[in-house]
């Protein structure tokens, strides 16, 4: 009988979390023919950190993933395409502004600062790494010079959401090594919740379950693991694939009864998820040039700072807000901006806005402009508490200890488990159908 006797409901497999990953997993089982699949999701919504904001600007923007890295391979991609999607392709980076010298340069005029860079990032799956150095220690034994590790910082660094001293070296070269997708950034014709409906449709996913304890010490008889949630609701299965963010597996969230082999639970505190935000401006008519998508930023406020109106977007006709700019940021500059007030983040970027676009005629473009604007943290959402775990210092070789199936009962998917790709959709999408088949096939 289940803890406090309440009264279980019976399924043959329980997926705890409804991002891509665990909707994935519980997609692959019942085309599998596993019946009684149910999907327990802490949040009032379905997604995880696919996630639209309808609030900031008068059409939906994603708070959280964004863009589709790679056009090859993926299964994200895939799923779209079945939808009837279609992408506007974008190369990345488009353009860097050099703050400190005020200095733009677009992505096909030679610099040789931005061509260094690159060409060290780009050799990285051909090197050797025997210690596991950080990208900031790296960059100085290649003689980097200033710019190239600020170009680092705010390119590389925060595109895998840490900060630059934060970033290991062992993981970006496996990450390069196993990266299978292309280099072509895609923009979406419209919300990505189109990937989370395609893949959800059918499946019996039940919100506000949030899973605090899972018993699987009977693991050996038929429908010997008992799920339990804070609302009361208790689950039997014989199968429980684990999705959720690393956070809530490091804070300890859901326990686990036998508590999980040491090993495992070493490797879940090896892995490390920063925070990342998304500091979201409505203006009333577009400042910048008519083919801009992003600019990679150095000594900035912002690091990043996208373009993106005119894909996903239904501006209605009496709306003020026409156009946006959004910034993002990762690591530890977005812990630190996370304590900032929301009103000195947001002025702040339109005055690195204002120094971007700014011309003798018109010395404020961004301010002038400006109507309204949000920042869009990740540490605060309660169920996630950060953005994506990155490729870390010292946590070589953890995703695959932290993704083997536990006696034959659990399973573990989620972007962190991964054993290659940076953690992004078609990773967390693969996770969950690599946790199916482990089902499935034993
Ligand atoms: C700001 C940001 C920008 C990003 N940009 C991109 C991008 O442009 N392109 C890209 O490919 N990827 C991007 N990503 C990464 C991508 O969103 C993730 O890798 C992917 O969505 C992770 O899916 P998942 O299923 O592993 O985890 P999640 O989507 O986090 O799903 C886990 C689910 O578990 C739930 N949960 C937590 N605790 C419990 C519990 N106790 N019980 C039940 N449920 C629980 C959570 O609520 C959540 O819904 C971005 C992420 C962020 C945050």
């Known amino acids: 009988m289940a803890k406090d006797d309440a009264v279980a409901t019976s399924v043959d497999c329980v997926v705890v979390g409804s991002g891509v990953a665990g909707l994935c997993a519980a997609k692959e089982l019942v085309q599998n023919d596993v019946q009684a699949v149910v999907v327990l999701e802490a949040d009032g919504r379905i997604g995880g950190r696919i996630k639209q904001d309808h609030d900031v600007l008068p059409w939906p923007i994603e708070a959280g993933a964004q863009f589709l890295h790679g056009a090859k391979n993926s299964i994200a991609k895939q799923t779209l395409d079945e939808a009837g999607c279609t992408f506007k392709e974008h190369e990345w980076p488009d353009r860097y502004f050099f703050g400190r010298?005020?200095?733009?340069?677009?992505?096909?005029?030679?610099?040789?600062?931005?061509?260094?860079?690159?060409?060290?990032?780009?050799s990285v799956s051909e090197r050797e790494f025997e210690r596991d150095v950080s990208a900031e220690e790296w960059m100085k034994e290649e003689g980097a010079n200033r710019n190239v590790v600020e170009l680092a910082r705010s390119?590389?660094?925060?595109?895998?959401?840490?900060?630059?001293?934060?970033?290991?070296?062992?993981?970006v070269q496996q990450e390069a090594r196993c990266w299978e997708y292309g280099e072509e950034y895609l923009v979406l014709d419209r919300p990505l919740s189109a990937l989370v409906d395609r893949i959800r449709d059918g499946l019996d996913v039940r919100k506000r379950h949030q899973v605090s304890l899972i018993q699987y010490g009977a693991c050996r008889e038929r429908g010997g693991v008992t799920v339990h949630c804070t609302n009361g609701e208790v689950f039997v299965c014989d199968q429980v694939v684990i999705t959720v963010p690393i956070t809530i597996l490091q804070a300890g969230e859901i326990e686990f009864d036998p508590p999980l082999p040491s090993e495992k639970v070493k490797?879940?505190?090896?892995?490390?998820?920063?925070?990342?935000?998304?500091?979201?401006?409505?203006?009333?008519?577009?400042?910048?040039?008519?083919?801009?998508?992003?600019?990679?930023?150095?000594?900035?406020f912002l690091p990043e700072v996208w373009m993106l109106d005119g894909h996903c977007q239904d501006i209605s006709s009496g709306s003020i807000i026409q156009t946006?700019?959004?910034?993002?940021?990762?690591?530890?500059?977005?812990?630190?901006?996370?304590l900032m007030k929301e009103a000195d983040v947001l002025a702040r970027s339109l005055d690195q806005l204002d120094t971007m676009f700014g011309t003798p005629a018109r010395?404020?473009?961004?301010?002038?402009?400006?109507v309204s604007g949000q920042v869009l943290d990740w540490s605060k959402e309660e169920h996630v508490r950060g953005a994506y775990t990155y490729p870390c210092v010292g946590a070589h070789g953890a995703r695959e200890i932290l993704s083997a199936p536990l006696s034959d009962v659990l399973y573990f998917a989620g972007e962190a488990t991964h054993h290659g790709a940076n953690p992004c959709l078609q990773a967390a999408m693969e996770t969950g159908i690599r946790a199916a088949h482990q089902i499935l096939h034993g």
């Open 324 to 338: 946006s700019v959004v910034g993002f940021v990762a690591g530890e500059e977005a812990q630190a901006m996370s």
């Open 101 to 122: 010298d005020k200095v733009w340069v677009h992505n096909d005029q030679a610099h040789p600062d931005v061509e260094k860079v690159h060409e060290l990032f780009h």
């Open 267 to 300: 490797a879940i505190h090896r892995l490390k998820m920063s925070n990342a935000l998304k500091v979201v401006m409505g203006f009333r008519a577009p400042f910048w040039p008519e083919d801009m998508f992003d600019a990679i930023c150095i000594d900035c």
């Open 363 to 370: 010395p404020c473009p961004a301010s002038t402009s400006y």
């Open 155 to 171: 390119c590389y660094a925060n595109d895998f959401a840490c900060s630059l001293h934060q970033l290991g070296m062992q993981e």
